[in-house]
């Protein structure tokens, strides 16, 4: 089977990759009941030996709702009224999402706020506060 490079780190077989063709909804008229142009792409993730763990945990959180339980990744495409258009529109998606999921995460490096800034921030705070006791009403001391 043909191999589908998605970048350096994946590449998928074609044959993991499965596709229906289901009717589009939306205006069209009787046409739109005749024709399957709509495609759903499904790729197995969970089953797929072309990624590490870590990829597929990325993948799992960018997908969101369409990953199934089963680990089965859906995506629809019905924007264009052919049915190769529509094709090849989910797949583009389905790649973006795996190059997406491919990159490393970036490690937040913790700082800690500046002496400066905790005065500011102090000074800012009792400021707002001697304002809040102007508006009460004053004593008859």
Same mark, same amino acid.
């Given at each position: ?98 190059? %997406? =999921? @491919? /990159? ?5 490096? &913790? #700082? !800690?706020?500046? %002496? =400066? @800034? /905790? ?5 800012? &705070? #009792? !400021?707002?506060?001697?304002?809040? /006791? ?8």
């Amino acid at each position: 089977m043909a191999k589908i490079r998605i970048n350096d780190r994946i590449e998928i077989d074609e044959a993991e990759l499965e596709e229906t063709f289901i009717q589009a909804g939306g205006p069209g008229g009787q046409n739109v009941n005749k024709l399957a142009t709509a495609v759903q792409l499904r790729f197995d993730v969970a089953g797929t030996k072309s990624m590490t763990p870590a990829i597929k945990r990325r993948l799992a959180i960018h997908a969101g709702r369409r990953l199934s339980a089963s680990g089965k990744l859906t995506i629809t495409a019905r924007e264009h009224r052919s049915q190769q258009l529509n094709r090849e529109a989910a797949r583009t998606r389905l790649f973006n999402l795996l190059r %997406q =999921a @491919s /990159k490393p995460e970036k490690y937040r490096v &913790k #700082t !800690k706020p500046t %002496q =400066a @800034s /905790k005065r500011k921030r102090l000074n800012s &705070k #009792t !400021k707002l506060g001697d304002k809040k /006791k102007l508006r009460g009403k004053p004593s008859l001391d």
